[in-house]
């Protein structure tokens, strides 16, 4: 071969890498930076799949700052402290119009000569702070806020949030810059991922703020790659070598040229009025924002000036945190009582003296278990700050100690179910503490035909809350057998209910008997068993009869199930009214299609991610659908997904799916799939 014959054959690989990155780099940004996507999903796939195969045919052209190096890094031991080069600087804070008015006035004293100080107005965003910094344009480190000083090391984790530039998108960028700004979690993805934890019966996320900040904290990148977070840039902390708009606002346009994610509702205000105009309009449309904000934020326009004034106890004389009404409250625990769940678990709650907040009375709120009680230490009588956030449940966020009144009671776990009498117990090392009454305690008896009736499980429709809490109270109902014995003469004498909804109701009962394997198992509410475990469980024995048959040792050849889980399936199933309970419910004609022999189509062993709205079946049906086949459905797009389905108004997932080349179906392309 000729000298030069072969230097063009390694260069082709070369250019062509370079060209793919640079086009997939242009898509992100228009994106995520203006929100304006150039190209269809399915042509960014393609090319990243494409450059995923070059890198992997020449693993020595990779580069830090490639599209597909965003996630996959190892987890690390701890975070390295980070000194700031420069302070983060902490927010004086205002809530009153006053206050405001104040702060402008100490501004035009120092600069005498204006009449009127021209300002940006931001958004406050309630998540957590960070730098990120980029030498000669390509990014190197990340760090979180801190105590302002020294921060950590979070490098890793920034990078897995497709909305942080790896490479800045200016031919002479600074030879060092380094920017600010705010990582949060939307509430859709908050709220996605709750009931994605819920049903795999994981720890819920409490706020988004603390979402966030748990999120990007996390050893394994992995972790912060699959939530889903966002950021916005809202300055800069030190630029070195390169030149920036000597104007806030117009700084941060070039940020955004740059391919930095600025906030949308930034607004440039001639005056405090207009501060104080913005800060009304925010307020109005604050619920209807898809990120939780506690505020608006004013910054001096002019850079120059913002020098001048410089800055008193580690924060600036020229910006200021506007805040909205608090969404925090005092007020006092009258009560500690304990609800009994499906399995029997105790949660304690606080009964509170009714007090107003974030909009709406709140009386109750969730103490979690005694061990996060423990932890506030939380006793009857005492004054605590109550916290709701956006429709998050309400929660106490601490105790205020100089107001514990002498006889403040502490809270104790009772020994006997305050529903039925039994006695409770504590495992080893279990946070919760379960009464032990099964079938004959009430609210255990209530829970379980609750879940049963969910719209994950059977799905009876009209079977509400209080319905459910007349047939047991009433005792028509001791376990979800018994809903389909129920005449409509009986449903009819109930609460509430006339002839014509007794009927309807009697219907949805009996139609609920066609079901899925895995919507039936999920249904049973087996400790532990959440939709993914149940769906593993039926891909596995594909029928009732051989998991009833199976051992613990069988149970844990399932993907994904652990010891514990198998443990808990198998004393369900072997459990002798258990057992009777599944008789009748199999003898009152409740039944599934089949489940396919394994290794037969498209869809078997393959994982699925769903996303957005799809026009022509339900979620729950594409669900369903994908396990008939052998498919199994996860809640977020990893590695290891290999389809996301994604419908109109596709969420991160989409952009999570599109960085790791997965391959992305449409509406049409699924249900072609489906047809095959
Ligand atoms: O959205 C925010 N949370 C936000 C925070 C914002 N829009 N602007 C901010 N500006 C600053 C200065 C003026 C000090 C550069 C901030 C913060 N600081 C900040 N965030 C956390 C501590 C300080």
């Known amino acids: 071969m000729k000298p030069d014959k072969k230097a063009r054959a390694a260069a082709a690989p070369a250019t062509r890498i370079a060209r793919l990155r640079a086009l997939l780099e242009r898509y992100n940004y228009r994106y995520h930076a203006l929100d304006d996507p150039e190209v269809p999903d399915a042509e960014y796939d393609r090319l990243m799949l494409e450059l995923r195969a070059m890198e992997s045919a020449h693993p020595e052209l990779i580069t830090p700052d490639s599209p597909t190096q965003r996630v996959g ?18 927010l004086d804070n205002a809530f009153t119009e006053e206050e405001v008015r104040d702060f402008d006035r100490r501004i035009r004293e120092r600069f005498p000569q204006l009449a009127e100080i021209a300002y940006s107005a931001e958004p406050k965003l309630d998540g957590l702070a960070f730098s990120a910094t980029y030498e000669h344009g390509l990014y190197v480190r990340g760090a ?79 972790i912060t790659a699959a939530r889903p977070l966002d950021l916005f840039i809202y300055g800069i902390g030190h630029v070195e070598g390169g030149d920036l708009p000597q104007h806030h606002g117009r700084m941060l346009q070039v940020l955004k040229s740059w391919g930095f994610k600025i906030c949308p509702l930034v607004r440039a205000a001639k005056s405090i009025d207009e501060c104080l105009a913005y800060y009304s309009e ?7 924002l898809p990120y939780q904000i506690d505020g608006v934020v004013y910054k001096v326009d002019d850079l120059e000036m913002q020098r001048q004034l410089g800055f008193v106890s580690r924060a600036p004389r020229w910006a200021l945190a506007h805040k909205f009404p608090a969404e925090e409250a005092l007020t006092t625990v009258r009560d500690v009582e304990f609800q009994v769940g499906r399995t029997g678990t105790l949660t304690p709650v606080a009964r509170l003296e009714p007090v ?13 278990n005694m061990d996060e009680l423990n932890r506030k230490d939380i006793r009857i009588g005492d004054t ?20 514990r009144p002498a006889g403040a009671k502490l809270v104790v776990m009772p020994s006997v179910c305050p529903e039925c009498g039994n006695p409770v117990v504590r495992e080893a090392e279990q946070a919760a503490a379960r009464c032990t009454g099964g079938r004959s305690c009430p609210a255990q008896r209530r829970e379980e035909i609750r879940h049963f009736a969910s719209r994950r499980a059977l799905n009876i429709q009209g079977l509400g809350d209080k319905l459910i809490d007349q047939l047991v109270d009433a005792n028509l109902v001791r376990t979800p057998a018994d809903l389909f014995d129920l005449q409509t003469a009986q449903l009819a004498a109930l609460e509430r209910m006339g002839e014509k909804s007794a009927q309807k109701l009697h219907a949805a009962i009996a139609a609920s008997r066609q079901t899925t394997l895995p919507r039936f198992l999920y249904a049973l509410g087996i400790r532990d068993v959440g939709e993914a475990t149940a769906l593993a469980l039926a891909l596995h024995f594909r029928d009732l009869e051989p998991l009833r048959r199976a051992d613990q040792a069988e149970i844990q050849k399932v993907q994904d199930v652990g010891p514990a889980v198998a443990e808990h399936v198998v004393a369900y199933v072997h459990d002798a009214d258990n057992g009777a309970l599944l008789d009748r419910l ?44 052998g498919g199994k459905v996860t809640g977020s ?40």
């Open 73 to 90: 890094a190892a987890p690390s031991a701890a975070f390295a402290a980070v000194r700031h080069r420069m302070a983060m600087l902490s």
């Open 144 to 222: 979180t806020r801190g105590d302002g000083e020294t921060g950590e090391d979070v490098t890793q984790n920034l990078k897995t949030i497709a909305a942080l530039p790896l490479r800045l998108r200016t031919d002479a960028p600074p030879r060092v810059l380094e920017v600010r700004g705010e990582v949060f979690m939307p509430f859709a993805g908050f709220r996605r991922f709750n009931h994605e934890a819920a049903a795999r019966g994981e720890k819920i996320l409490v706020n988004p703020r603390n979402a966030a900040a748990g999120s990007l904290r996390q050893l394994d990148p992995r």
């Open 282 to 288: 925010m307020g109005a449309s604050r619920s209807g």
């Open 356 to 368: 107003f907040v974030g909009g709406v009375t709140v009386s109750n709120a969730t103490l979690h």
């Open 384 to 403: 605590v700050v109550i916290r709701r956030a956006g429709d998050v449940i309400p929660e106490v966020v601490r105790v205020i100690a100089e107001r």
């Open 586 to 629: 199999i003898g009152a004609g409740i039944g599934w299609p089949p489940i396919a022999a394994p290794a037969q189509g498209e869809f078997d062993g393959k994982s699925f991610v769903l996303t957005g709205t799809l026009e022509s079946l339900t979620r729950d049906a594409a669900h369903d659908a994908i396990a008939a086949r």
């Open 637 to 676: 797009v990893s590695k290891k997904t290999h389809y996301l389905v994604a419908g109109a108004d596709p969420g991160s997932k989409l952009a999570k799916a599109e960085e790791l080349g997965i391959t992305v179906l449409d509406e049409k392309a699924f249900l072609e799939m489906l047809a095959r």
